[in-house]
């Protein structure tokens, strides 16, 4: 009775669940180990948000690549802003979603080097090509606290790094860039900043990167993964149900063949 497995039907099916359960075990780890990412992730922006600040040309220099292991690092620094030469960058959003830029400003430190500083948001000018009206940095010496963040670029933001902007805006934070743009050395990464706080809250500063939440990785695993172990349970189902069904069939026919013909009036 269960020659029926041999059929085209039959066989195609089986051939689907083999591919299936390797296909949804593979998900199920590609979720898991999604989750184990956040995790981490989540762990390293604690940590580093609770290190005590640093100078900040303790971590970087020019040219510098801020590993993933320094990101979000409290560091501090110490000159004056050159706001002659600050720069909006174009369509980024504020806590509440709104649309608008960041304002990014040199800070030239003592010993004439700059780091950027990415000193919060603002909503845009009405006319794109206009630059908005920025909040004047503090004038003079000031000690700026804030968090270390690698440069932009468009392969790790998905950011596409348009020409042709109107003066004074770009669409990514990068020190390479603004060092070709100033004509000077500019530490590698930008700092967040998050002290001192603005004179009338603006520019808003951005708030801490989120590290509560660890998403739904892990339940979507185990779904994958029950999934999975379902698909040979609901194949089993199906072949008995086959092989019931061919039963009653079989059952059926032997019987119509062994009833008597009815007699001749």
């Known amino acids: 009775m269960y020659r029926f497995l041999l059929s085209r039907q039959w066989v195609i099916l089986t051939l689907i669940a083999l591919v299936l359960i390797p296909v949804m075990v593979e998900l199920g780890f590609w979720q898991f180990h999604r989750h184990e990412h956040r995790v981490a992730q989540n762990q390293l922006i604690e940590d580093n948000l609770k290190a005590k600040p640093v100078p900040v040309t303790e971590l970087t220099s020019p040219g510098h690549t801020v590993p993933r292991s320094d990101y979000w690092r409290s560091v501090t620094a110490t000159g004056t802003f050159d706001t002659a030469h600050e720069v909006v ?5 504020n806590a509440d979603d709104r649309i608008g830029v960041l304002v990014l400003t040199p800070l030239v430190l003592g010993d004439g080097r700059t780091v950027l500083v990415n000193r919060g948001w603002i909503p845009a000018a009405a006319d794109q090509k206009s630059f908005p009206e920025v909040p004047p940095a503090p004038k003079g010496e000031v000690t700026v606290t804030g968090r270390l ?3 932009e ?23 390479e860039q603004q060092a070709k743009s ?16 603005p004179a009338g809250d603006t520019p808003e500063l951005i708030p801490e990167p989120d590290h509560d939440s660890i998403g739904a990785h892990m339940a979507y695993a185990v779904q994958w993964w029950l999934f999975a172990a379902g698909v040979p349970v609901g ?10 069904d061919r039963e009653t069939a ?6 119509a063949t062994a009833a008597p013909e009815p007699s001749a009036a």
Do not use: C, F
């Open 153 to 175: 670029t468009t392969g790790a933001s998905g950011i596409k790094d348009l020409s042709g902007l109107p003066a004074r805006q770009v669409m990514l934070i990068n020190s």
């Open 235 to 244: 194949w089993v189902v199906l072949v008995r149900r086959e092989k019931r």
């Open 89 to 93: 960058v174009r369509r980024r959003t």
């Open 182 to 197: 100033l004509g000077r050395e500019v530490l590698g990464g930008y700092l967040e900043q998050t002290a001192p706080a």
């Open 250 to 255: 079989a059952a059926g026919e032997t019987q």
């Open 149 to 151: 963040k690698a440069d």
